[in-house]
């Protein structure tokens, strides 16, 4: 068994798509890794370009956009190393992250899944990449802005856990689906992303089952990528990428929370993510650039 499979899903990406995988190769060749990437019928050559200039790259190709999550899983089938990184196309490593990664999981039995430092394309910190498992309370807190007002303060600051050292490795009870690397066993244990999220949440979804395995999340900033966020196929079907991000929300919620509140919090709840969702469509009708989820800078 190789050390490392390194899984990219790609619609429409394919100029980013390239400069991630230039970002990949010379950083990881002290060790024994594959890359597979899994292609949602992208129409912008990201085909060619593949095989022309990086045929050792396996390549999966889908008739139509299967959405994030389910092509991530077919990658996973397919892969064949004792760890498997989760990576974005719209990402570049940087020198060291992923064998950094790899040496934290190699020391640390007792951790499933880690996540590096992810930056935003001006340096600064995406925060999203280290977060809590989305209880209510904590989502409210980040969608009302309360987190933003008290990013010290562990009781409103919880989901984005800006509470705590960002160039400090700590646990996590979440960290990003754009570069996580996951120990073969655990995926043996609890099996593959739960495919109903079409994409968001399923990081988050994924980390909680983890934990509830028993094991650890944890977030290592000795590693970092880059991260651009909402480019590709995000910024292809924008509409369609910003009804899944709620939706995404809503099936998380139902699926982890909904039994521990009453009916008529859940009613409230659902209803203020519909809220939500009509208000980013309206939004975003006169925006030049859409934006799903939180704006990167």
Same mark, same amino acid.
């Given at each position: 068994?190789?050390?490392?499979? +390194?899984?990219? *899903?790609?619609? #429409?990406?394919? @100029?980013?798509?390239? %400069?991630? =995988?230039?970002?990949?190769?010379?950083? !990881?060749?002290?060790?024994?890794?594959? +890359?597979?990437? *899994?292609?949602? #019928?992208?129409? @912008?050559?990201?085909? %060619?370009? =593949?095989?022309?200039?990086?045929?050792? !790259?396996?390549?999966?190709?889908?008739?139509?956009?299967?959405?994030?999550?389910?092509?991530?899983?077919?990658?996973?089938?397919?892969?064949?190393?004792?760890?498997?990184?989760?990576?974005?196309?719209?990402?570049?490593?940087?020198?060291?992250?992923?064998?950094?990664?790899?040496?934290?999981?190699?020391?640390?039995?007792?951790?499933?899944?880690?996540?590096?430092?992810?930056?935003?394309?001006?340096?600064?910190?995406?925060?999203?990449?280290?977060?809590?498992?989305?209880?209510?309370?904590?989502?409210?807190?980040?969608?009302?802005?309360?987190?933003?007002?008290?990013?010290?303060?562990?009781?409103?600051?919880?989901?984005?856990?800006?509470?705590?050292?960002?160039?400090?490795?700590?646990?996590?009870?979440?960290?990003?689906?754009?570069?996580?690397?996951?120990?073969?066993?655990?995926?043996?244990?609890?099996?593959?992303?739960?495919?109903?999220?079409?994409?968001?949440?399923?990081?988050?979804?994924?980390?909680?089952?983890?934990?509830?395995?028993?094991?650890?999340?944890?977030?290592?900033?000795?590693?970092?990528?880059?991260?651009?966020?909402?480019?590709?196929?995000?910024?292809?079907?924008?509409?369609?990428?910003?009804?899944?991000?709620?939706?995404?929300?809503?099936?998380?919620?139902?699926?982890?929370?909904?039994?521990?509140?009453?009916?008529?919090?859940?009613?409230?709840?659902?209803?203020?993510?519909?809220?939500?969702?009509?208000?980013?469509?309206?939004?975003?009708?006169?925006?030049?650039?859409?934006?799903?989820?939180?704006?990167?800078?």
């Amino acid at each position: 068994m190789i050390n490392l499979s +390194i899984c990219i *899903v790609s619609f #429409h990406a394919r @100029d980013l798509l390239r %400069e991630c =995988l230039r970002s990949i190769y010379g950083t !990881v060749d002290s060790l024994s890794f594959e +890359i597979i990437v *899994v292609d949602n #019928h992208s129409e @912008d050559g990201t085909l %060619e370009m =593949l095989t022309n200039e990086f045929p050792d !790259v396996r390549l999966l190709v889908n008739d139509h956009n299967t959405g994030y999550t389910r092509p991530n899983n077919q990658a996973i089938r397919e892969s064949r190393g004792r760890y498997i990184v989760l990576l974005n196309p719209d990402t570049l490593v940087k020198p060291n992250a992923i064998a950094e990664l790899f040496g934290f999981l190699e020391t640390h039995p007792q951790v499933g899944i880690v996540g590096p430092k992810v930056l935003n394309r001006d340096g600064t910190l995406q925060k999203q990449c280290r977060r809590s498992e989305a209880r209510p309370w904590d989502s409210f807190c980040y969608f009302s802005g309360l987190s933003r007002l008290f990013p010290r303060d562990r009781r409103f600051a919880g989901y984005l856990m800006t509470y705590l050292d960002e160039n400090l490795t700590h646990e996590a009870e979440a960290v990003s689906g754009s570069c996580m690397m996951i120990r073969r066993q655990v995926i043996e244990q609890i099996g593959y992303q739960d495919e109903n999220f079409f994409a968001y949440q399923e990081d988050t979804d994924y980390c909680r089952r983890a934990r509830l395995a028993d094991w650890k999340v944890f977030y290592d900033p000795s590693a970092q990528i880059i991260h651009y966020g909402g480019e590709g196929g995000s910024n292809v079907q924008p509409f369609r990428s910003i009804i899944e991000w709620h939706r995404s929300y809503y099936l998380y919620y139902r699926k982890h929370f909904a039994k521990d509140y009453l009916f008529v919090f859940n009613a409230i709840y659902y209803f203020g993510m519909l809220v939500k969702l009509g208000l980013s469509l309206f939004v975003n009708l006169f925006r030049k650039k859409k934006v799903v989820g939180t704006r990167k800078p």
